[in-house]
């Protein structure tokens, strides 16, 4: 009996050992935590990293349609379809609106899409019901997206983008660059200095040299952009429409990637061609945004980018030197 009881109370003497007390367990859940706020970040920084890297090869892929469409065509298209002797609704609207990133959807693999499309239908004709293209203008071409942003690329039923074409240098606005004003100086979009003109430009024509010639580069959609003439807040339509280019989506070198300052517009007709404006690449990326070069290239402009440098790069044929950036 007495040795019965003697197991007994060694089992229950092991038990009592193999237990957690109410402190233990805390510091236990205490130590997980703090391994989970280690590597959340670790994590969260991965996928920025991979999304990064998607959205760098997204602009590649851009980058080799546009080239691929100047093989054919013997340049690049217009920044948007632009003539100055085609009027069908206001007279100062010249062309159907529809912007280079139409123009290459066959070299994207969407030759359906592009085949969908009725160029009769002007973009923003008042005089017209646009209804033809309907489906058209709400798709939305993963190709033509950064994963990194956040922001809804549906607006009014409308897919967005976040690649912009290089349409202006900039080079009139001031340095260091400051907030505009309606009808200032130096908000150049429609002077054709950039890569991706109005006009359409072939690689002969960019005299700067390809490999010192942005073409296109990333638009943070969610970034502040103000209407100057008008006088009010155009928050969400940065690049809203990826089919059209014009005043709210073409980029210039105005100010350098990720500028703190707005967004900037002088009139909110989204097909006037010379519509001026301070519209810098910007991205969610921390430290600056991708921009694709003419040659195909596709490199990271740094936020802190020599102003007049970058204003370099922003011209097809301005004759300047210019060092890596």
Not at 151 to 170: F, R
Not at 262 to 271: G, K, V
Request: glycine fraction near 10%; include cysteine.
């Amino acid at each position: 009996m007495n040795r019965i009881s003697s197991l007994l109370r060694g089992r229950r003497t092991r038990s009592r050992r193999w237990a957690f007390t109410l402190i233990e367990l805390l510091v236990v859940i205490a130590i997980i935590a703090v391994l989970i706020a280690l590597l959340l970040p670790a994590v969260q920084q991965a996928r920025e990293s991979a999304r990064r890297t998607q959205c760098k090869n997204h602009l590649k892929q851009v980058g080799l349609a546009l080239h691929n469409y100047h093989d054919t065509h013997n340049r690049f298209p217009q920044a948007k379809v632009y003539d100055p002797n085609m009027t069908q609704c206001q007279s100062w609207i010249s062309g159907n609106g529809l912007s280079w990133r139409v123009m290459i959807l066959p070299y994207i693999d969407q030759t359906p899409l592009y085949s969908s499309v009725n160029f009769d239908e002007w973009v923003e004709c008042r005089t017209l019901t646009n209804t033809i293209n309907a489906n058209f203008r709400k798709k939305l071409i993963p190709g033509y997206l950064c994963p990194s942003d956040p922001t809804d690329p549906i607006v009014g039923n409308q897919g967005g983008t976040n690649y912009a074409g290089l349409v202006s240098d900039g080079r009139g606005a001031p340095i260091p660059p400051v907030q505009s004003t309606c009808g200032a100086t130096g908000l150049s979009h429609g002077d054709h200095t950039g890569a991706l003109s109005y006009q359409g430009r072939r690689i002969a024509e960019i005299s700067d040299g390809t490999s010192n010639t942005i073409l296109a580069g990333e638009v943070f959609r969610g970034k502040a952009f103000w209407n100057l003439c008008g006088n009010y807040d155009q928050a969400g339509t940065r690049c809203h429409r990826w089919y059209e280019e014009s005043g709210w989506c073409g980029a210039d070198t105005a100010r350098g990637p990720n500028s703190t300052i707005r967004d900037e517009i002088d009139w909110n007709d989204t097909d006037y061609w010379s519509i001026g404006g301070a519209r810098p690449v910007s991205s969610a990326h921390t430290g600056g945004a991708h921009v694709l070069m003419a040659d195909g290239a596709v490199k990271f402009a740094s936020t802190n980018v020599d102003l007049r440098t970058w204003r370099a790069v922003g011209s097809a044929k301005g004759g300047e030197s210019v060092s890596d950036f």
